[in-house]
Nanobody, 123 residues
């Protein structure tokens, strides 16, 4: 029901920061819970962060708590992932995803996905 396009990935040194953006189409962006997932080489896709429809509530994977921040701007149909203190283990393709109503952490419960953006952390 919504088309998503990620941007902002790239190469960054360990300890550095990167800000990912996800642009959504349509007039009903505020109806969707938004999440970020990532998939590293040889690993399954994993939950990173999610934000509720109004932006009043967020939830993070333990691996990124205190380092990553998810936010959204419903007026601009945008969701962001600010990534600080990046480590080699954060290297992955990062995906933006949307689902109705409730924050969940399971990827198959999200309905719409972006194409992904590569984040590579170097030593």
């Amino acid at each position: 029901q919504v088309q998503l396009v990620e941007s902002g990935g790239g190469l960054v040194q360990a300890g550095g920061s990167l800000r990912l953006s996800c642009a959504a189409s349509g007039r009903t962006f505020s109806n969707y819970v938004m999440g970020w997932f990532r998939q590293a080489p040889g690993k399954e896709r994993e939950f990173v962060a999610a934000i509720n429809r109004s932006g009043s509530s967020t939830y993070y994977a333990d691996s990124v708590k205190g380092r990553f921040t998810i936010s959204r701007d419903n007026a601009k149909n945008m969701v962001y992932l600010q990534m600080n203190s990046l480590a080699l283990e954060d290297t992955a393709v990062y995906y933006c995803a949307a689902r109705p109503r409730i924050i969940v952490t399971t990827s198959h419960l999200y309905d719409d996905w972006g194409q992904g953006t590569q984040v590579t952390v170097s030593s």
